[in-house]
T-cell receptor, first 111, second 116 residues
Framework: GDSVTQMEGPVTLSEEAFLTINCTYT??????LFWYVQYPGEGLQLLLK?????DKGSNKGFEATYRKETTSFHLEKGSVQVSDSAVYFC??????????FGAGTRLAVHP | GAVVSQHPSWVICKSGTSVKIECRSL??????MFWYRQFPKQSLMLMAT?????????EQGVEKDKFLINHASLTLSTLTVTSAHPEDSSFYIC????????????FGPGTRLTVT
């Protein structure tokens, strides 16, 4: 079945460091891909999305490119801030089926 | 736009009582709402999919008689945890899908339930 695999956390970085959170997927069709962010004690917020191969989603300095050949959607940011500390979820959906989430990756950014 | 609210944001109840959680789409109509459960430091687990005016579709392993879902209008869905027990303590999150925007779901802020 469809699934999403994320790199295990926690990821601990210093402020202004480069961030990569790996995400790979398996899907029977051509899914749309998403990154959601969850701040402590809150629900999920959509960070960015891509709906077809080679699309690049971007928001708030974060980027991810839909790579069909490697079935990946890695999240990157060139310079993280303390305020980026949160849990990041990679997810996919195909058709009108349910969202499939990865396990989540906790990011902690220190000053 | 596309704001989803949940009420209450947190609730403490005694074992054996029932608790109702509301999920509202504030500025849009949603044909479908979803209810998720999240345990500490874990991912979201889909409990059920709720379509306005029809019965909810529950995921395997979710007790429909324990987690009652009502989707009475295009802007309101409720989850009632009946005869709650301490193991039902969790973070419950709803999401709503916008009619015209295909796949995208908008998530509520979550409700933390603690059963004592």
């Amino acid at each position: 079945g469809d699934s999403v695999t994320q790199m295990e956390g926690p990821v601990t970085l210093s402020e202004e460091a480069f961030l990569t959170i790996n995400c790979t997927y398996t899907a029977t069709g051509y899914p749309s891909l998403f990154w959601y962010v969850q701040y402590p004690g809150e629900g999920l917020q959509l960070l960015l999305k891509a709906t077809k191969a080679d699309d690049k989603g971007s928001n708030k300095g974060f980027e991810a490119t839909y790579r069909k050949e490697t079935t990946s959607f890695h999240l990157e940011k060139g310079s993280v801030q303390v305020s980026d500390s949160a849990v990041y979820f990679c997810a996919l959906i195909w058709g009108y089926n349910k969202l499939i989430f990865g396990a989540g990756t906790r990011l902690a950014v220190h000053p | 736009g596309a704001v989803v609210s949940q009420h209450p944001s947190w609730v403490i109840c005694k074992s054996g009582t029932s608790v109702k959680i509301e999920c509202r789409s504030l500025d849009f109509q949603a044909t479908t709402m979803f209810w998720y459960r999240q345990f500490p430091k874990q991912s979201l687990m889909l409990m059920a999919t709720s379509n306005e005016g029809s019965k909810a579709t529950y995921e395997q392993g979710v007790e429909k008689d324990k987690f009652l879902i009502n989707h009475a209008s295009l802007t309101l869905s409720t989850l009632t945890v009946t005869s709650a027990h301490p193991e039902d303590s969790s973070f419950y999150i709803c999401s709503a899908r916008v009619i015209r925007e295909g796949h995208e779901q908008y998530f509520g802020p979550g409700t933390r339930l603690t059963v004592t």
